[in-house]
C-alpha cells in the first residue's frame, strides 16, 4: 500500500517510513502541505500531520477534499476535541493522537484503506432513489441532477445504508462495517458523518433515526 506520509518532524516521519516498509507497505515522505497536493493521485491513504511548515494541516486537508477522496488518518499532537471535531468534519476518515502505538497506527490505516462496497448485496451498481442516484462503482452521487461531494466515510455510510433500504441498522454495525471492531466504542465519530451526510444530501426523513438502536433508509 502506497502511504503518504506528510511529517516535518524527520525524527518522527523517518521512524514512521521505516515501521511502514517492515510491514509490506511503500510508504513517501513528504514534509510540506504543498507535497501532498501535489502527488496525493499516487497514493493508496495519507498519513497527515496537523502542524506543517507551510500551511496548517486542517486547511491542507480542506483542499484535498476538492481534489480527491483518498482515504486520510491525522496523526498529530493536537488533542483538543475542537480539532478532533474539524478533521473529522473536514472529511478525514480518522484522528490518533501521538505519540501513536505502531501497531494500533498500522490497523487504522489499513481500516482506512479499505473501500467497502456493497454491491454484490444489490445486483446493480447504480441505484436510483427517488431524485437520489448513487453509483455504487464510481462512488458518485447526486441529488436532484446536482453532484454532491462525500467523503470516503460520508459515502460508506451511504452506500451501507441504501444497499439495506427499508432495514434497521444498528450502530455498532455501522460502526463494525466502516470503521471495524476498534472503532466500536467511538461512536462520536459516527455521529460526527451522520450528521454531515444528512446536511450534504438535504433530503430530511430519508434517513431515519431509530432511538436507542440506530438508522434506516427511508426511500
Not at 7 to 14: M, N
Amino acid at each position: 500500500m502506497r502511504i503518504a506520509v506528510v511529517e516535518d518532524d524527520d525524527g518522527v516521519g523517518d521512524a514512521l517510513v521505516d515501521a511502514l516498509t517492515e510491514v509490506g507497505h511503500a510508504p513517501v515522505r513528504m514534509s510540506r502541505g504543498a507535497d501532498l497536493l501535489l502527488g496525493y493521485h499516487a497514493m493508496d491513504v495519507v498519513l497527515l500531520d496537523l502542524g506543517l511548515p507551510d500551511m496548517d494541516g486542517l486547511e491542507v486537508l480542506r483542499k484535498l477534499r476538492t481534489l480527491s477522496s483518498v482515504p486520510v488518518v491525522v496523526l498529530t499532537a493536537r488533542d483538543d476535541e475542537r480539532s478532533v471535531v474539524r478533521a473529522l468534519r473536514g472529511g478525514a476518515d480518522d484522528y490518533v493522537v501521538k505519540p501513536a502505538r505502531l501497531g494500533e497506527l498500522h490497523a487504522r490505516l489499513e481500516v482506512a484503506a479499505r473501500r467497502r462496497s456493497a454491491t454484490s448485496d444489490t445486483g446493480t451498481d447504480r441505484l436510483v432513489l427517488e431524485d437520489i442516484v448513487v453509483d455504487l462503482v464510481g462512488r458518485g452521487v447526486e441529488v436532484d441532477g446536482r453532484d454532491i461531494a462525500l467523503t470516503t466515510k460520508e459515502f460508506d455510510l451511504l452506500a451501507h445504508l441504501v444497499t439495506r433500504r427499508g432495514e434497521a441498522v444498528s450502530r455498532e454495525q455501522l460502526m463494525d462495517a466502516i470503521w471495524g471492531n476498534a472503532y466500536v466504542a467511538i461512536s462520536r465519530t459516527l455521529d460526527v458523518h451522520m450528521t454531515a451526510l444528512r446536511s450534504k444530501l438535504d433530503r430530511p426523513g430519508t434517513i431515519v433515526t431509530i432511538r436507542g438502536f440506530g438508522y434506516r433508509w427511508d426511500t
